[in-house]
């Protein structure tokens, strides 16, 4: 199955990508991720993005084609992928197009700005694995380390408020016209992502057959 996880910033992509890309048993590739390695290892693309990041605007589009389309010529994406964060813009959506990727679902989570901007707050990240926790929601068995990896957790810089509401603008301007991309596709499905994590599992499950 080639996926995307589609929605706005902290509706929940990489949450139930963690989880359903073990199910399926295929890779997630997230380009936020991939992007925040690179600022990590302070690699050219990461020195150029990394402002960008801080500011919550968009990468530009040649940029993150490219490391798409790397990514997606690996060997564990032949049974299929799930995209996360990617794409964002209609060149982007174009550009996947033109690589003669077919996608089968686009998977939008539905979550108001109200929703969002409380779990940002909250979030926590590990920078070892990746993993993504909530204060509230979804905390750590001690609060402060990785379940997984026993990394010391931190907070994204991005999730600065002013810094969300600007993402926010961001996606409404930039991102959703790609629902009506995809909604003339006819692969658009969408789940409402509001309530907890577990029951938009399985909402998600429901909407993809599984
Ligand atoms: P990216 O990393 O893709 O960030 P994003 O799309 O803004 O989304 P987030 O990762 O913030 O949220 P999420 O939907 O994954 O939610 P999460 O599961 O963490 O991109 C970051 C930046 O990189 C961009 O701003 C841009 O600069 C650049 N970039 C990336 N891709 C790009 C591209 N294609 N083009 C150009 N630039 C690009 O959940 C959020 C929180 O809520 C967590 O704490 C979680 O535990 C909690 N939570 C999740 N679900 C629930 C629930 N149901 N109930 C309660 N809490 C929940
Ligand atoms: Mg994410």
Redesign the pocket.
Known sequence: MNLILF?P???????QGEIICKQLGIPTI????M?RAAIKDGTDLGKQAEA??AG????PDEV?VGIVKERLSQEDCRNGFIL?????TIP?AEALDALGVKIDCVLNLEVSDETIVE??S??RSCPGCGA???VV??PTKDGVHCDACGAELTQRS?DKPETVQN?LHVYHEQTEPLKEYYQNKQVLKTVV?K???EA?TKLVKEALGL
């Open positions: 929605g910033p902290g509706a929940g992509k990489g949450t997230s380009t936020g991720a992007i960008i990041i919550g605007g968009l990468v993150v996360d964060g990617f794409p964002r982007q779990r940002m909250g979030r993504t926790y909530h929601y979804n991005d993402r992502g309530d907890t994590i938009t």
